[in-house]
């Protein structure tokens, strides 16, 4: 009331001293006064009444939350439902709570306006079942007795005796291997079945921990494993951050997140050759803190500094020896054991950074500046115990596609192909990189706005703390064999700490933003940039340090690499390091790329958005980017690869020796280069139109439509056909999806009191109001369909064979569907030593496409005036939609065509549910 | 000369009428033969009708944390357009930063203000949706104790990202790989706004809202569509800039909608129960906005009744 009195005499004297009576607007401004000071809006308010920001609400807020899910709530996926099962593996409850406000110590600190924090918690129990459908070898099989296996088409698959393998004295070199011109001859097993005295026994030990079929989803005897296992996962963690304001101009900001998490893969055997994923146990943290200082009104400086570890580690899973269990591949059959059993990684990552942006006249312009240091510290022996491929050859009849298997070879204990990782110590890895970036944005007119920036990128190699790398110099002069292609080390003879050079490019980009109508607003931009070559969780480029022996078959038809019962034995005495200039030879050889060629990107953009009556907003627009030096991994290029004219030697191929004197460095198998090699090249052009919807009815609706082409030469499952030819391997994106429409909505029914319907005051209203309806529908069509040919019979020389056309057959059908989705007999195997026609992906055959509809239904009630609950019900594929699996794209020869061509074995998805209780206050 | 303006009221208080502010999207200023109001379905009695020449309170509020490109076109147009304001138009300055604060009493003075506006600092966290109670506390105070026409601008560049509260939900456990609860991420933004909605249910003045930067990515769109929501239930209106090129003509549109305002004092009978309103306002050849429904207890209008 005093306070009231008071300034009303101020207002007395301020409005003259006739005492003539205020105004309304003198009336108004003195309440006004009056109202604030007791607020606490102003400076002059009591400091008691300043604590709340004006409000009455509560200090702290925050949440309660717990969202459960349960297959009792879902439907039963489509995949187990036919696979006979009748529910899932489900029970989850993800809980924690979130709590908000300044930082209150009693007695010793009362953060008011200026210190407020925020903690949120959050853990994770689940317990989730995935789903897997294999093939795995018959029970018969496992005994040796092939009696009734049978290829593609059904027709008896032959198994021959490698130990009745002779030359062929009426072999006419002159003609091409066939069943009527055999090099060798080769005599099969009697009856197809292999003598029980004759089966490797650490094959058939092996086989004890391999599990019987349980499926028959065919054709033959294929699919006839079906896995619903769950994983096992929890996760925790926290955020925290704290905001403080220094003084009016200057503001500090601190975080920190920290998450442990147990991510429990599925298991595809209960024994310790499982193939599956292993369990990893992840633990990450990070903290930063940001200053903002503002200079002026017209200039802002931004300081931060943050650092973060993101750390990994496999469980062991080690067998009754005590050791990890071998890998075992013997493809089209579910492999045994699994890579990297026992790994451990952290990636750490230092940043700094400081930003000044200012505006003068009408340029806004900004220089900012970022320092980053990543680290990476990995022990990972990929093969502790040994890598074993098993090829159909050592069982087939020498050069005769379509007779033998690789599970034959493997019962009979002869790899074609194997390795072992020797690792003698963990890696540090080191890469350093600094931008410095400039920009303005210049209003060159009324509506018209041109943005420029440039940011100076310097980007450091890879380098290891003790040296500890080493890679393949390209022009060394091997002292084996006297050719360019030697082992070399970091920091010595010359060689640099990191193999590649530091790399400081310019990143420049252009936009343009033009009011030119009423509520319609042009955007063009361009950009292009370089991206450094990543610091890779592996131990890539350490050969000289860590060894990984190698054995290589010397003809994978005739005789075995080695043999399971005698088991992988080093040659001498090999100790490491190994800095020999020829320690690398005769294995698959780390080679890291010298000239340190980044990747490219560039975008380019083109839009119109136009705001429309109803507060509609339509854009559409065209995107265009496209990349050169895009890092590939092994399938996508070999520097080592033997050219395609060498196919005319045809069978003579299959010998190691003769085969290995063709490639540009005889002395190594291939190169391992470790998704680093720069030669990739894509192109992607895209159109949009979006509309959205905006309403003070509480409706927000947007939907989109996309057609995009995307082009490159080295996506794919399978790798390329000619890694000398790019040009021939440019074809559809692999995973690109032309057609994309996706459409989002919320709604806040108009219900309750002061609202359209239902608006009783009374108890009602707490079940008339806060309904709302959100979803998410998202329809794509399918990706490019890449085909495949059966039978690979090029000696290994290529190693993603492509399809023939066949010329006046259409590969489309008129009503795709699972029993045939497109026409096989459009495409053709390959001849023996001759690649295919066809491009690596068909240009208009397209995988089936999918589409999924998601909706949330929440209620809010009221339960004070600053307390509410939340209920939400969120189904995911609503309506319990099924997305078509994968047609078979194998491609079988005339003699021995695959049946199951462009055939869909069953469908995926299922409605899954989750309850959702949060309590805010 | 009243000597207790905020602990009494000058005379008995008699019914309070209901207090309606609206404006028109164009046409010539509303008069009382033009106006038919009806409540709850009922034609209703006009006490008073202002016009655009009596005195308005403007109290224009700052949310301003973010980018130098869009603050400062904004506050240039601002300052154009509060100079270009009648001189009947008392305007006050607040900010929303670190809760709601005053920057500048109201008054007539445009010098001044443009000079606080063009000092400002425009470093901290948004604060928007915690200045919509307090200001219409605030307004609402105003209102029940003079008869000036009285609107809020908001000017705000505010991200629901940048708020010190958290309402996006960050994810915390990354290895987490099959969260659902992050699928319709917009639900705490949609709850905080109805909270402020129900807070502001009985406010009279009517807010107006310029905000500097479209977005529309999820969480976005749910926040600047619960802006939308409020402006217009208090019978404002929000206008959102695609470009820097829309800020001096948004801005520019509010002012006028403000200008033009008129507000209608109406009859208003009821018991002291919570009830709803359904206002309907009708004047032939304009389009009149307006706040078109209000929870209140009668007979108590211009009090915040839930």
Redesign the interface.
Known sequence: ?RV??G??LAA?LAFGQN?A?????Q??????????R??????DSPSVT?H??????WRW?G?L?E?F?SDILDAVPHEVAQRGGNKGILR?N?Y?F?L?GPVYVPRVYDGG??T?F?F???G?R?K?GQTSLRTIPTMAERAGDWSSSVDSAGQLLQIYDPQSTGKNAAYNPAQAVSTENLEYNRAPFPGNRIPTSRLDPTAQKALQLYPAPNANAGPFFQNNFFVLSPEV?T?????VSV?H?LT????LTFHL?Y?N???GSMRLFESAANPGSPIVD?R?RSAGLTH???VS????NTLSVSASTSQMEYERELGDDGQPFPRYRFSPYLSMGRANPNTKSARNTYAASDGF???RGAH?LGVSTQVIAEQVHIYAPQYPSGDFEFSSGLTSLPGIINTGHAFASFLLGGTSFAERSVVISPSYFRKPRFLVSGGD?W?LG????LSVGLTLDSTGPRTEKYNRQSTVDLSAINPANGLPGALITAGENGAGRGFQPWLTKLDPSASI???FLKKT?ARASYSRSYSPIPVYTSQWGTQAFNGTPTWISANPQLTPAATLDQGLHDSGSRTFPDKRPEAANDTVADLIEPTGRQPTYQSGSLSI?R?LPG?F?VTAGFDHSDGRNLLLSNSGANPNAIPLTSLGYRDQLNNEAFKRALRPYPQYQRFEVYSSWPEGHYKRDAGYV?V?K???????L?ASYEFAKQMDDYSGPYGIQDFYNRKNEWSMTTGSTPHRLSL?Y?Y?LPFG????LF?N?DWRRYIAE?W?V?G?TSVTSGDPMGLRPQFNNTGGVVDALNVNVVPGVDPHVSNPGPEQWFNPAAFSQPADFTVGDASRTHPSLRMPGNQNH?V?V?K?M?IG??Q?L?L?L?G?NFINHANWNDPDTMIGPASAPNVNAGRIIGSRGGR?M?I?M?F?F | MALSLSAEPAVKQERAPLRVSFWRSAGDPVTRADLKVTLNGTDAKLLRLSSPSDDLVLLVVLDLAGDLSLVDPARAALIAELGALPPNTAVGLLRAQDGLRVLADPGTSREKLGEIIGGLTISGRAGLLDAFEPAARLTDSILAKTRVRLAILYVTDSSIGNYREDYTNPVVNSSDANDMSRRFPEGLVNEQIQRVKNEIAGALAPIFIVHLRYQNDRLAAAYQTGLLDLAAASGGEAEFCHAVGDIPAAIATMMGAIVTQQTADVEWHDSNKLKQVEIFLEAEGRTLHYRQRMLLKGPAAGRRSN
């Open positions: 009331m009231a009195v300034a009303l007395c005492a009576k205020p105004t309304e607007l009336r108004a401004i003195e309440e006004f006064k009056i109202q604030s007791d607020m606490g809006l102003r400076e300043q709340n920001n004006g409000t009455r609400k807020h949440r939350f969202n899910r989850r993800q924690g979130n908000t306006r200026n407020f925020t949120t918690f959050e994770t689940e989730i996962n996760a925790g963690g926290a955020i905001d304001t009016d101009k200057q503001r997140n998450s998490g147990m991510h992840r990450s903002v200082f503002t009104p017209q200039s802002v942006s200012c505006r806004r944005q209003e009324r509506g018209l706005t933003a033009w009011t607003l958005e705001e507060l907003v979006r959205e905006r309403s003070s009815a509480g409706v927000s947007s989002t919320v806040e009191p002061n609202r359209l608006h005051t806060g709302s959100s998410v998601d949330s929440n809010r009221a005036p600053e509410s939340e939400s969120v995911l899954v989750q959702g949060r805010s």
